[in-house]
């Protein structure tokens, strides 16, 4: 990959970073070498120039995308190092809370708000697998098939904290809508 080629596909993964003055100079630069490479120049609006765009020579294209290169090696090594060090503060400061308290929030908080009452909702979901299984689901089943996907899934990963709250969770789902069934 040529230098040229590396500065495009720095500036191509830039992203939303794009917009900011830095990557705009990058974006220049890009045209600049692409129309001294190609020998062309650049078109201007208004009156012409007064005084001629100066041919670059191979050497100094190369030498001026060596520049730019250190540049953005250096802001994406920043960009990763920052987004490095969010992952890594995240990580240290995550909530160490026991499994079931972190369940019980999750389904009487955040989960109940995104899909609402849980006993009509394990329904569905039992209604659904029925019609494509074509025998009887009940939400018992939903729950217990649940916890059974995420204990494979622990077979895995045996430490991932998620699988265990999920299992905890999906069993005291099962606990909360047995108690609210009359």
């Not at 990959?1 to 992203?15: C, S, V």
């Not at 009156?47 to 250096?74: C, F, G, N, Y």
């Not at 969770?169 to 009359?182: E, F, H, I, M, S």
């Amino acid at each position: 990959m040529t230098k040229l080629q590396r500065l495009q596909a720095a500036y191509d993964a830039a992203g939303e970073f794009q917009k900011n003055d830095y990557w705009q100079s990058i974006k220049r630069t890009i045209d600049q070498m692409n129309q001294a490479l190609n020998h062309q120049t650049p078109k201007r609006r208004g009156r012409p120039p007064k005084t001629k765009i100066k041919e670059l020579t191979a050497d100094e294209i190369l030498e001026h995308l060596d520049s730019q290169m250190s540049s953005v090696d250096l802001m994406m090594k920043d960009e990763f190092e920052k987004y490095n060090q969010k992952l890594t503060d995240a990580f240290l400061n995550a909530p160490t809370k026991p499994i079931l308290e972190e369940a019980h929030e999750i389904i009487y908080g955040e989960r109940e708000e995104t899909y609402g009452d849980p006993g009509k909702n394990l329904r569905s979901i039992a209604s659904f697998w029925s019609t494509y299984l074509s025998k009887e689901v009940t939400y018992q089943d939903v729950c217990n098939m649940m916890v059974l996907m995420k204990v494979a899934r622990l077979m895995n990963t045996p430490s991932h904290r998620d699988s265990l709250v999920d299992i905890a969770g999906y069993t005291a789902l099962q606990d909360r809508v047995n108690r609210d069934t009359p």
